[in-house]
């Protein structure tokens, strides 16, 4: 697929069959919204043909970035497309539809950061092997796939009615193992994912780090180094110890499992493979446990629910009467008109902090946010307020919507019982309240109302994030660029050598050339020189023996004479 297609486009036969070609308008209905990120919202919803309950994350693509949101959308499908596991979110379908993608999953419950955000307290060491054991399962599946989750929280480990584990969240997942890329949530990230840049390289294990750190959180209600800002903790985990479980009442098993978990250099760490045969998880403990911790906090949100209700009628009667007969406030209503800016259910501009996800490949909008209380948590308050012996009222649990097209309580034929309140500054303002006895959450109606504020008001931590992305993204260009013009320098240079070295050669060769010549010439020279010497030689041997053979003639010519003379004498 070509990373530069343009968003929304089906052109790419690939893409297209990404999605299915139904209007899901049609198709489902009762959409209620339950989780907020930066993509978009999350809703609770049902298939108007099977009936059946499911849960849509809406991922819009316009606005700023649209082609980077488009990329995001297409690689999480993908993603979700390839899952097959009992551990791992199911996923039912992706549609189109003006600008956003419907993405269909089947509906969970909450996450296990939901549970920490209901009761307020740490979850029991059973409770925690149980969610563990589930979300390594799941871990350990993606990881002998080759893929990385990269994003593992409590906030992305979600429960079912049946009471199953199962990961989810795949948007800032990995196809590929090894990978590069700085991709997580700051607190849970491994220190090779904070130090790795372009060469760097990690696998499967950083999810096995961030596990640990979901124990931590899961045991501490918050992971390490909440209390700093996030590029401290990033500082923090690359350069210092590991982390350690704080209280000493955890088992050795528990500590033990943290501790492997843990293990800063990655080759000491264990696989997700190996670490499912840890005791901590293999450990006997009821089938129940994870069912059991759901009933309770179903019952927990129920009734924080009923008491968020009684509030905001108590402040519209107020605003009533305020408007009506004469303000009379009391120490009570002041109290509670408090408490309702606090738990953000009416414009509060106090947030909890959330804490952003973060993909260098990603626009920072598409970046998932998370919403985690720190630790001075202003819904710390409900439980309290309710110690305090509010009364609640189990039957009449209820949850605020803001009104959406899909959300027209007027015309909705699946609400048994629903009650409209009115200010009585009618039409300025209207606050909806429906029954939702009907569907089965673990999040409490204010946590999902703060997460939309949240995203409405914009997070000062989300901006610090795409800053430091951004710087990042700057800083690697800054290293690429000049890397780039190390090797053109480099490269220049080996050609000036190269070039020298040639001329060199070639200089080199000539002189050789003269001093063979020199040696030519001169070895001509000798050889003629010694040539005539040669002939001189010659000739003078010759010379001599010429002589000599001209004397020895001369004697036999004497000799021969003096005979002839004697034998003339003989014979006279
Ligand atoms: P983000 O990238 O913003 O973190 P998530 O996919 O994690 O997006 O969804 C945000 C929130 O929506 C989750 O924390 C969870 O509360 C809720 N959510 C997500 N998927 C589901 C689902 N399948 N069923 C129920 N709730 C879900
Ligand atoms: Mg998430």
């Not at 039912?92 to 089947?106: I, N, P, S």
């Not at 202003?378 to 959300?407: F, K, L």
């Not at 001509?524 to 001599?544: D, R």
Request: hydrophobic fraction near 35%; charged fraction near 25%; aromatic fraction near 6%.
């Amino acid at each position: 697929m070509p990373s530069n297609a343009r968003a929304g486009s089906l052109k790419d036969p690939d893409v297209a069959d990404l999605f299915c070609k139904d209007d899901p308008e049609k198709l489902f209905a009762d959409l209620r919204e339950i989780g907020h990120g930066s993509f978009g919202a999350v809703y609770f919803a049902r298939d108007v043909h099977s009936n059946e309950v499911v849960a849509i994350k809406k991922m819009s693509f316009s606005g700023k970035q649209t082609n980077e949101k488009w990329q995001d959308i297409i690689k999480e499908v993908k993603f979700l497309q390839k899952l097959r596991h009992p551990n791992t979110i199911e996923y039912r379908g992706c549609y189109l539809r003006e600008h956003t993608a419907w993405l269909v999953m089947e509906y969970c419950l909450g996450s296990a950061s939901d549970l920490l955000e209901v009761h307020k307290k740490p979850l029991q060491e059973v409770e925690i092997a149980a969610i563990t054991h589930g979300a390594l399962l799941g871990l350990a599946y993606l990881h002998s796939h080759n893929m990385i989750h990269r994003d593992v929280k409590a906030g992305n480990i979600l429960l079912t009615e049946p009471g199953q584990v199962k990961l989810g969240d795949f948007g800032s997942a990995s196809i590929v193992a090894p990978a590069n890329s700085f991709v997580g949530t700051p607190y849970w990230m491994a220190p090779e994912v904070i130090l790795a840049m372009d060469e760097g390289q990690y696998d499967g294990k950083v999810d096995v780090w961030s596990l640990g750190i979901t124990s931590i959180e899961l045991a501490e209600r918050k992971p390490p180094l909440f209390n700093m800002n996030a590029m401290s903790a990033l500082y923090h985990i690359a350069q210092n110890e590991s982390p350690v479980l704080q209280s000493n009442h955890w088992s050795d098993s528990f500590r033990n499992f943290v501790d492997s978990c843990l293990q800063k250099i990655p080759q000491d760490r264990p696989t997700s493979d190996v670490l499912l045969n840890h005791r901590f998880l293999s450990r006997e403990r009821p089938i129940t446990v994870v069912m059991d911790l759901i009933a309770r906090t179903k019952d927990a949100v129920r009734e924080l629910d009923n008491l968020q209700y009684r509030k905001m009628k108590k402040i519209l009667f107020q605003e009533t009467q305020a408007n009506g007969p004469g303000p009379e406030g009391g120490d009570e209503e002041e109290e509670e008109a408090q408490y309702l800016m606090r738990s953000g259910t009416v414009n509060s501009m106090e947030s909890s902090q959330s804490v952003p996800s973060m993909s260098i490949s990603a626009s920072s909008q598409s970046s998932s946010v998370n919403s985690l209380a720190d630790a001075s948590d202003d819904s710390e308050g409900e439980m309290a307020m309710m110690q305090e012996g509010e009364h609640t009222v189990a039957s009449n649990s209820s949850i605020i919507h803001r009104p959406t097209n899909q959300d027209n309580i007027y015309d909705d034929p699946y609400q048994p019982e629903m009650e409209q309140v009115q200010a009585p500054s009618a039409g300025r303002r209207r606050a909806y309240y429906r029954n939702r006895d009907h569907f089965a959450t673990i999040r409490t109606a204010s946590l999902v109302t703060r997460q939309i504020q949240e995203h409405e008001q914009g997070s000062a931590l989300r901006e610090q994030m795409s800053g430091y992305k951004r710087m990042r993204r700057q800083h690697q260009k800054q290293l690429m660029g000049l890397e780039n013009k190390l090797k053109a320098e480099m490269d220049e240079h080996q050609l000036k050598l190269d070039k020298e070295l040639e001329a060199q050669r070639n200089g080199f060769t000539s002189e050789a050339d003269k001093i063979l010549k020199k040696h030519q010439a001169i070895v001509e020279k000798e050889t003629k020189a010694a040539l005539t010497e040669e002939k001189k030689f010659q000739q003078h041997i010759l010379g001599q023996q010429k002589k000599e053979l001209t004397s020895l003639l001369e004697n036999q010519k004497r000799q021969y004479r003096a005979r002839k003379d004697q034998l003339k004498e003989h014979l006279l």
